[in-house]
């Protein structure tokens, strides 16, 4: 991401005695003294900003810095506007799940990937529940089954303490073109 510097250096507060300096039409004026460049600024009613502190010399533009200033924060808004913030949302089960509960469980799930959210299944054992690992295998196997076409499994299933649990990210529509072009091809050759 663009983000413009937190410190930058203009005018007074430039601390190299020689810097390399551009002009505002962006042509190069050659290295000269700090407080000529800083003449030369002033005659143009601009700053001296420094843009390459690390460089030997320093370089400095002679330009308006509050519209560069500006120009910098409106990039950064426009980057930050595009860009997609994908959330872990948790669904909690357990074993003996109702399949009404099951049916809006898988609900909730397939509306968080399709606003393009990662979803976390954790599947809980209370008591004696835990010796039934295998029921909440199957439980999670049908789950992911039933969400394949929205989502695919990033983490397998792990069991950690009482918590069985699997990740499923939305399915990308990289991976959903490739399944689509290799079913046509399969079709194909039929």
């Known amino acids: 991401m663009v983000s413009i510097q937190k410190y930058i ?47 030997k010399p320093p370089v400095c533009r002679i330009m308006d810095f509050s519209k560069y200033k500006y120009d910098q924060e409106k990039k950064e808004r426009r980057v930050k506007r595009n860009q997609r913030i994908t959330h872990l949302k948790q669904i909690r089960m357990k074993p003996h799940i109702e399949e009404h509960d099951y049916l809006v469980k898988l609900k909730q799930a397939i509306n968080f990937l399709d606003r393009k959210d990662k979803v976390k299944v954790n599947l809980f054992f209370r008591g ?16 992911i089954e039933d969400i394949s076409e929205h989502g695919q499994v990033e983490k397998d299933t792990t069991l950690e303490g ?6 499923v990210a939305p399915r990308s529509d990289k991976s ?7 079913e046509g091809v399969k079709d194909a050759k039929a």
């Open 128 to 143: 004696r529940e835990l010796s039934f690992q295998q029921q909440g295998r199957q439980v999670l196997a049908r789950f």
């Open 176 to 182: 959903s073109k490739k399944t689509a072009s290799a």
């Open 9 to 55: 250096r203009i005018n007074e507060y430039i601390r190299s005695p020689e810097v390399r300096v551009i002009g505002p039409n962006a042509e190069q004026l050659g290295v000269v003294l700090i407080r000529r460049a800083l003449e030369l600024a002033h005659e143009h009613n601009l700053d001296l900003v420094e843009v390459s502190p690390t460089s």
């Open 162 to 167: 009482r918590v069985m649990s699997v990740v």
